[in-house]
């Protein structure tokens, strides 16, 4: 079983799990299978999955495929997502099939 560390981001009120897009394709995980409290920034290429229910889901997910997973934790004081204009809600995002 291969291991992998995903950063977690915690801020002074919530947190996100930062996984490179491209790899969610690579392992044909699909955006839709996350909620819309997850966020995309196509500057970076990278999703940010909610802590409570889409972290959880990703890790699942990755299990499922092999990979043991676990977090790295990181705090960053001014992190939030819904008031960055380069972040996307997930339903907002056209997923080429």
């Not at 966020?39 to 299990?63: G, H, I, M, T, W």
């Not at 676990?70 to 960055?84: G, I």
């Not at 809600?89 to 997923?95: A, G, H, P, S, T």
Request: negative net charge; contains cysteine.
């Amino acid at each position: 079983m291969k291991d992998i560390k995903i950063p977690l981001i915690e801020s002074p009120s919530h947190g996100w799990a930062k996984i490179s897009y491209y790899d969610l394709k690579g392992w044909n995980i699909t955006l839709k299978e996350f909620s819309n409290f997850s966020f995309y920034n196509p500057s970076n290429a990278c999703v940010y999955l909610e802590e409570d229910c889409d972290a959880p889901k990703l890790k699942k997910l990755l299990e499922e495929r092999g990979l043991k997973v676990s977090w790295k934790d990181t705090y960053r004081e001014n992190f939030v997502p819904s008031e960055n204009p380069k972040f996307f809600y997930l339903d907002e995002v056209k997923e080429a099939v």
